[in-house]
């Protein structure tokens, strides 16, 4: 399955943006989504995750509040809105998407930029 990311760019702090993450595989077949990220000198982190099926999310501290996952599963498409944006945030942001039973998955995008000024 391929995953591709769109919607990352230059933005001020306490600006907002929308990252978008679409599969080419029915998300009914992948179990759980997410969104991490990575900055300069940083390992990887989780930033939220959800579940295909009900709907389950969950939140990194650091971004509670601010961010919201949600899914379009007749789209296939997965979202991340991020409100509030600090400089913090900078960094690369890459969707992933896993299925536990088969045909087994663990796909990643290829990651989109997301920068926010001071």
């Known amino acids: 399955a391929q995953l591709v990311e769109s919607g990352g760019g230059l933005v001020q702090a306490g600006g907002s943006m929308r990252l978008s993450c679409a599969a080419s595989r029915s998300t009914f077949t992948i179990d759980i989504m997410g969104w991490y990220r990575q900055a300069p000198g940083k390992q990887r982190e989780l930033v939220a995750t959800i579940t295909t099926g009900d709907g389950t999310t969950n939140y990194a501290d650091s971004v509670k509040g601010r961010f919201t996952i949600s899914r379009d599963n007749a789209k296939n498409t997965m979202y991340l809105q991020m409100n509030s944006l600090k400089p913090e945030d900078t960094a690369v942001y890459y969707c992933?998407?896993?299925?536990?039973?088969?045909?087994?998955?663990?796909?990643w995008g290829q990651g989109t930029l997301v920068t926010v000024s001071s």
């Open positions: 992933n998407a896993r299925a536990w039973d088969p045909p087994f998955l663990d796909a």
